[in-house]
């Protein structure tokens, strides 16, 4: 009996450290359609690469002066590899891709999961813009949630 109480409180309790980010173990494992039509992969990764997975919508208010302020740092956001996922259709995609002229950074790749939710649940999302960086080494550094400063989260992923 006492086995089982403590088996059901352990459960629990990596239950709970999950829903806060502390168990994701690595980078959701993702399949979005980018707006070139091709198929990105979370194994398409470049190894030994920092990477920003941003969970996004294009009718967002906060995605997009978060998507506005981004752009403003072409050179420091070089060497990260950004994914920007949405589950909105595609063509809604393309129309952010072009508005905030994504296509000028070959290190972004923007795309939608359809309704899959992979993402999303992987996450547990439940505000946008949702922001997971992880470092070289494939490892869950940071997750952002600071929805009206939009200047600070671009810090904060610039810095890293």
Known sequence: MKRILLSILLILSLAQSFAKGDGIAGIAHFKIMMVNNQVFTYSQLKKNKPVVLIYFSPSCEHCQKF??????????????QIIMVAYEPLDEVKKFYVTYGLAAYPNIKVGTE????????????????????????????????????P???VATIVKL
């Open 67 to 80: 998507t506005a302020e981004l752009v403003k740092h072409k050179a420091a956001l070089a060497e990260k």
């Open 114 to 149: 359809g309704y899959s939710f992979i993402v999303q649940q992987y996450y547990q999302i439940q505000r946008f813009p949702f922001i997971a960086i992880y470092n070289k080494n494939n490892q869950l550094e940071k997750i952002l949630a600071d929805y009206g400063q």
């Open 151 to 153: 200047e600070k989260l």
